[in-house]
Each structure stands twice: as structure tokens, then as C-alpha cells.
């Protein structure tokens, strides 16, 4: 089986890449965007992922993995809503900033840069390879 290749956004001061790492496994909830929980639910088991801090400097510091595909999401009031699993990969050995993402040609299609507001988007496997590759 394929498997695809997401980027998922998070704020620092609610839940920074070190929290993640120390968490070792996360259920990735909360989100409210219709297009970002299509997305959520179109995630395997096995799923590549970039962990993308959101504030401060905006840049990609680790990877991750899909453990669990969707399930409802118990943050949400009402139904419809969903979470998946992620575990904590690898910190990148420097962060990829959204300014040098934007300035890479072969990136310049990256949802990250059209939809910004978007918190889980899916990438291609050459974009997250170019990306973990840039950040050592």
C-alpha cells in the first residue's frame, strides 16, 4: 500500500513539538475546518506527516506517523468531527522555515502557501521528501 504524505499545523504555546515528543503519541483533535477534516479522514494507518509550528518563526520541526485513522473527535460538541492518531518521529536537524519553503521552486505548490490557514493539508511525497531533506 502507498502512503501519502500530510503537513499538520499546531501553535507552539498550545502544543509545541517538545510536548509531542515527550507525549511520544498524540490524538491530533480540535479541528474545526470542514476541507482540514476531510483531510483528517482520508489519513491511513502509516501515513507520513510534517509537524509544522504555526507561531513565531512558522516552520516544519519534525516528522510524524499516522497510528490511528479517524475517529470521533471526543473534543467536539457535536458529531462529525475527528481525530487520528500521530506518533512523534524525528526533530529535523534545523527547522525548514514557510520563507524558505516559499522561496524553493519545487515547493511552490505546497498547500502551505495557498491555503495558509489550513491545519492539516496533504503534500506530496516528493514535497515531504524535499522538505525533510532541507532540514537535514
Same mark, same amino acid.
Given at each position: 500500500?502507498?502512503?501519502?504524505?500530510?503537513?499538520?499545523?499546531?501553535?507552539?504555546?498550545?502544543?509545541?513539538?517538545?510536548? /509531542?515528543?515527550?507525549?511520544?503519541?498524540? +490524538?491530533?483533535?480540535?479541528?474545526?475546518?470542514?476541507?482540514?477534516?476531510?483531510?483528517?479522514?482520508?489519513?491511513?494507518?502509516?501515513?507520513?506527516?510534517? /509537524?509544522?509550528?504555526?507561531?513565531?518563526?512558522?516552520?516544519?520541526?519534525?516528522?510524524?506517523?499516522?497510528?490511528?485513522?479517524? /475517529?470521533?473527535?471526543?473534543?467536539?460538541?457535536?458529531?462529525?468531527?475527528?481525530?487520528?492518531?500521530?506518533? +512523534?518521529?524525528?526533530?529535523?536537524?534545523?527547522?525548514?522555515?514557510?520563507?524558505?519553503?516559499?522561496?524553493?521552486?519545487?515547493?511552490?505548490?505546497?498547500?502551505?502557501?495557498?491555503?495558509?490557514?489550513?491545519?492539516?493539508?496533504?503534500?506530496?511525497?516528493?514535497?515531504?521528501?524535499?522538505?525533510?531533506?532541507?532540514?537535514?
Amino acid at each position: 500500500m502507498k502512503h501519502q504524505h500530510w503537513l499538520v499545523k499546531q501553535e507552539p504555546e498550545s502544543y509545541a513539538w517538545e510536548d /509531542f515528543v515527550r507525549d511520544k503519541k498524540t +490524538a491530533w483533535e480540535g479541528v474545526r475546518n470542514y476541507a482540514a477534516r476531510n483531510h483528517l479522514k482520508a489519513m491511513s494507518v502509516g501515513d507520513r506527516v510534517l /509537524f509544522y509550528a504555526s507561531g513565531g518563526p512558522k516552520e516544519v520541526v519534525g516528522t510524524a506517523e499516522v497510528t490511528k485513522a479517524a /475517529f470521533p473527535d471526543a473534543t467536539a460538541d457535536e458529531p462529525g468531527w475527528v481525530a487520528v492518531e500521530l506518533k +512523534a518521529g524525528r526533530k529535523l536537524a534545523r527547522p525548514v522555515t514557510l520563507a524558505e519553503i516559499k522561496t524553493t521552486p519545487a515547493l511552490a505548490q505546497v498547500p502551505l502557501i495557498r491555503q495558509g490557514r489550513l491545519s492539516v493539508m496533504p503534500v506530496t511525497a516528493a514535497e515531504y521528501d524535499l522538505i525533510v531533506k532541507l532540514g537535514g
